[in-house]
C-alpha cells in the first residue's frame, strides 16, 4: 500500500531547519522577505560577487593534486593542464605540512605519500618549472608551515621574473581551523595566529594580488561539523583573523580583500545553496557593519567549492562519480568562484589519471553542454530558496552569537570545545548513518554484499623515491652557502622573539636554500610547540 | 583481565596523520559502551605510544592511521611495545586500509584491522572481549 499522498512526511535539514512541503509568499515574508536578494555584484552579494558571474567567466577549474617527488608533480600539473585545469592546487606530504625535512626520523613511511614532497626551493623550482604562473594561478594547501612554502612560492616566482606586486594565487594559510580539523598545526595558538597576522601583512604590503589566506569551512565540516556550524566558524574564523591584522594597525580593507573561503559541499544541494547565499551575504555585512569596511573587493566572499570527500563512500566507488557531478551542480548554483572535484577514487587513494580527468570532464560538461553559465543565480526568487536563505541566515547568526558568548573563536579552539563540539556531531552523525536515519546509497541503502571482492586501483608508493627526496636533500645541503643560511635562520629567530614580521627572514632563509624543516625549527625554538588539548 | 574490571584501551594517531574524526568517533563509541579509553592526540612517536600503553596499563591499543602509511608505522608501534616489556596489549588497526594490505598487517602481530565503514558495534564487541596477550 502506498502511503497517502496528503501526508508529506517530515524533513529536516542536517542544520536543524524544519523543511516545509511547500513554499510561497508567505512563508518569504515570515522568513524576513525579500530585501536581502538584491542584485548580482552588488552588496551584500547574496546572488553572487560578480554582476555577469558565469557570463563572463566561468569558474576556474582547480583539481588539488601532488604526490611523491616535484618532478612526478610536475608531470600530473602537466596532465591536468593539458586537459583543461585552468588553476593549480598543490597537496604536499605530510612532513612537509608539518614543518619536518624529508630525513626527519618522523618522516620516515610519509614522505612523498599523500602529496609532493618540498624541502627547499628547489624542490619549488622543480615543481612549477616552465608552469607561466601568470595565467595558471597556484593555490598551496599549506597551513602549519605556510611561512617557509610561501616564501619559497615567492622566491621562486621571484627568481622566474614575475614582479610579487601582480602575482596572483592562493595559500590556504587557515591555521585555526587546523586546531578543529586536518592537524597539521605545528605552533600554539597565539603565535600560530601571529604567523599568519605576519603573511597578511607581508601581502597587503608586498603583494596585494595575492590571497594569503583560504579560511577553511571544509575542513570543520568534514571533521563533523553541520552546514550552518561550518559557515558560523569559517566566518567568526575569517574575522578572528581580520581583528588581529587590525590590532597591527592594518587597513581591514586591504586584509579583508586577501581572503577567500574554501567551503565543502556534501550533504543536501538545497542546504549548501542557502548557505553559500547566507553566507555571502553575512560576511559583506559582517565586515561592513562591525568593521566598517567599504571596498567591495573586501565585502565580496570569494571561494572554492566542489570537493566533498565526506560524502563519497568506500561502497560502490562509481557512485561517487555520479555524486562528484551532483555536488558540481551544487556549487556551480551556489556561484562559486573555483572549483575543485573530489575524484571517485579519492575515498581510498590517490587520485589516478582518469579519475583525476574524470572530474575534470565533470566540470567541464556542466560549462559547456548543460547551460549552467548562461545566466546568473538561476535560483533567485524561489519561494522555498530564498525563505531557507534567511532562515539559514539567522542560524549562522545564532551559533555565532552564541560563540562570541563563550568567548570567541580562538579561545574555544585554545581550550578545545569547538573540537569538542564538531566531533560530538561527527559521532551523532555516524549514528544517525548506521540507524539509517540519513541515507547513504550503498552503505545502508541499496547496499551490496560483494563490496570486498571489488575490484579498485590504488596509487603505488613507491618508497624509493623518497630516497631519492633525501638524497638531493643532502646533495644541495653540501652545496649551498651554510654561512648565509645559519645568518638567516638566527635573524629569522630574532625576528620572531621581538614581535617582527618573520617573512622577510624567512624568504632570505629559503632564498639560501634553508630548508622547511629549518625554517620551522627556528620557529619552533621560539613558539614551541603546540600541545593538543584532548576533550570529549 | 579479571572479568569484574572494565576494559582499558588506547586510542593513538601515529605518524603525521591528522584525520582524527575516525578515532574520535570510535573513543567515543568505547566509552559509551563502558571502555575506558584514553586518546593519545595527533602525531604520537612510536615510543610515546608504547610508554602510554605502559602507563595506563590498557588492554588494547586501537591504531588510526588515514594516511596510507599504516604498514611501516604499525610495525613501529609493534616493536615499541615489544620493547617495552610486560604482557604486550592487543593492537588493533583502524583506518584507511585496503582489504590487500589486511594480511601484512596481522602478519605485524595486529589481532584485527577495521577499515572505514566498520560498524562500531563490530569495533566495541571486539574490543570488550579481548585483553592482553
Redesign the interface.
Given at each position: 500500500m502506498s502511503p497517502a499522498r496528503d501526508e508529506p512526511r517530515s524533513v529536516r535539514w542536517e542544520s536543524g531547519l524544519e523543511i516545509r512541503p511547500v513554499y510561497g509568499p508567505r512563508e518569504l515574508r515570515e522568513s524576513g522577505g525579500d530585501q536581502g536578494i538584491g542584485v548580482p555584484g552588488e552588496p551584500p552579494f547574496t546572488r553572487g560577487i560578480h554582476p555577469f558571474m558565469y557570463r563572463a567567466r566561468p569558474f576556474t577549474m582547480r583539481q588539488y593534486s601532488g604526490f611523491g617527488t616535484a618532478a612526478e608533480t610536475r608531470e600530473r600539473f602537466r596532465f591536468l593542464i593539458e586537459n583543461g585545469n585552468t588553476g593549480l592546487n598543490v597537496a604536499f606530504d605530510?612532513?612537509t605540512?608539518?614543518g619536518?625535512d624529508s630525513d626527519d626520523p618522523?618522516?620516515?613511511?610519509?614522505v612523498g605519500?599523500?602529496g609532493m614532497a618540498v624541502d627547499t626551493l628547489a624542490d619549488m623550482e622543480q615543481a612549477f618549472d616552465e608552469i607561466p604562473l601568470n595565467e595558471i594561478t597556484v593555490s598551496l594547501t599549506i597551513n602549519g608551515s605556510a611561512l617557509a612554502i610561501m616564501a619559497m612560492y615567492f622566491a621562486m616566482a621571484r627568481k622566474r621574473g614575475y614582479d610579487l606586486a601582480t602575482l596572483r594565487g592562493t595559500a590556504q594559510n587557515d591555521i585555526l581551523k587546523?586546531f578543529i580539523?586536518?592537524?597539521?598545526w605545528i605552533f600554539p595558538v597565539e603565535p600560530s595566529i601571529k604567523l599568519v597576522g605576519d603573511t597578511l601583512e607581508f601581502c597587503a604590503r608586498n603583494a596585494p594580488k595575492y590571497n594569503p589566506v583560504s579560511v577553511c569551512g571544509y575542513h570543520i565540516r568534514?571533521?563533523?561539523a553541520d552546514p550552518a556550524q561550518e559557515m558560523a566558524y569559517a566566518l567568526a574564523i575569517a574575522l578572528a583573523y581580520v581583528e588581529h591584522a587590525l590590532e597591527r594597525g592594518l587597513d581591514v580593507d586591504r586584509v579583508a580583500a586577501g581572503l577567500t573561503f574554501n567551503f565543502d559541499i556534501h550533504g543536501n544541494l538545497w542546504e549548501q545553496v542557502a548557505k553559500f547565499r547566507a553566507g555571502r551575504r553575512l560576511w559583506a555585512r559582517l565586515l561592513a557593519d562591525r568593521y566598517g569596511a567599504t571596498d567591495p573587493r573586501a565585502l565580496k566572499l570569494r571561494m572554492i567549492a566542489g570537493g566533498g570527500g565526506g560524502g563519497l563512500?568506500?561502497?560502490q566507488p562509481e557512485n561517487n562519480i555520479v555524486r562528484g557531478a551532483y555536488y558540481a551542480l551544487a556549487s556551480a548554483l551556489s556561484g562559486t568562484q573555483t572549483m575543485a572535484l573530489c575524484s571517485f577514487d579519492e575515498?581510498?587513494?590517490i587520485p589516478s589519471e582518469a579519475a583525476a580527468k574524470l572530474s575534470l570532464r565533470t566540470m567541464q560538461l556542466l560549462v559547456h553542454e548543460i547551460g549552467l553559465c548562461d545566466t546568473v543565480d538561476p535560483l533567485a526568487g524561489s519561494y522555498f530558496v530564498e525563505t531557507t536563505t534567511n532562515e539559514m541566515e539567522a542560524k549562522i547568526v545564532s551559533l555565532l552569537t552564541a560563540l562570541e558568548e563563550e568567548g570567541g573563536i580562538v579561545r574555544g579552539v585554545a581550550e578545545g570545545r569547538v573540537q569538542a563540539e564538531v566531533?560530538?556531531k561527527?559521532?551523532e552523525r555516524?549514528?544517525r548513518v548506521?540507524s539509517g536515519e540519513v541515507a547513504k546509497v550503498g552503505?545502508n541503502v541499496f547496499r551490496e554484499e560483494d563490496e570486498?571482492r571489488r575490484e579498485?586501483e590504488?596509487h603505488a608508493?613507491r618508497e624509493e623515491e623518497a630516497l631519492v627526496q633525501i638524497e638531493r636533500l643532502n646533495t644541495l645541503r653540501e652545496r649551498r652557502d651554510g654561512a648565509a643560511v645559519a645568518g638567516a635562520l638566527e635573524r629569522l629567530r630574532a625576528d620572531a622573539r621581538a614581535g617582527r614580521n618573520t617573512m622577510p627572514a624567512a624568504l632570505d632563509a629559503v632564498e639560501a636554500y634553508a630548508t622547511v624543516g629549518e625554517v620551522c625549527g627556528a620557529l619552533r625554538d621560539v613558539y614551541g610547540t603546540y600541545r593538543?588539548p584532548?576533550r570529549? | 583481565m579479571s572479568a569484574s574490571s572494565p576494559q582499558r584501551v588506547l586510542i593513538a594517531k601515529p605518524?603525521?596523520?591528522?584525520?582524527?574524526?575516525g578515532a574520535?568517533?570510535v573513543?567515543?563509541?568505547l566509552?559509551e559502551a563502558g571502555v575506558e579509553v584514553v586518546?593519545t592526540?595527533?602525531?604520537r612517536?612510536p615510543e610515546a605510544i608504547a610508554e602510554a600503553a605502559v602507563a595506563e596499563d590498557v588492554d588494547v591499543v586501537g591504531l588510526s592511521i588515514l594516511?596510507?602509511?599504516h604498514?611501516?608505522?604499525t610495525a613501529k608501534v609493534i616493536a615499541a611495545l615489544d620493547g617495552a616489556g610486560g604482557p604486550r596489549p592487543e593492537v588493533i588497526v583502524g583506518g584507511?586500509i585496503?582489504?590487500?594490505d589486511r594480511e601484512a598487517l596481522v602478519a605485524l602481530g595486529v589481532s584485527e584491522v577495521f577499515?572505514?565503514?566498520t560498524?562500531?558495534?563490530t569495533i566495541v564487541e571486539f574490543v570488550r572481549t579481548r585483553g592482553k596477550a
Open positions: 605530510l612532513p605540512q608539518c619536518l618522523m618522516a620516515q613511511g610519509e605519500r599523500v587546523e580539523g586536518r592537524g597539521t568534514e571533521s563533523g563512500t568506500i561502497e575515498a581510498y587513494t566531533s560530538r561527527a559521532y555516524e549514528r548506521e552503505v570486498d579498485v590504488f608508493y593538543e584532548i570529549f | 605518524g603525521l596523520d591528522g584525520h582524527d574524526v574520535k568517533i573513543c567515543r563509541a566509552m586518546y592526540g595527533l602525531r612517536s594516511s596510507g602509511a604498514e611501516p608505522l584507511n585496503p582489504a590487500g577499515p572505514t565503514s560498524p562500531l558495534a
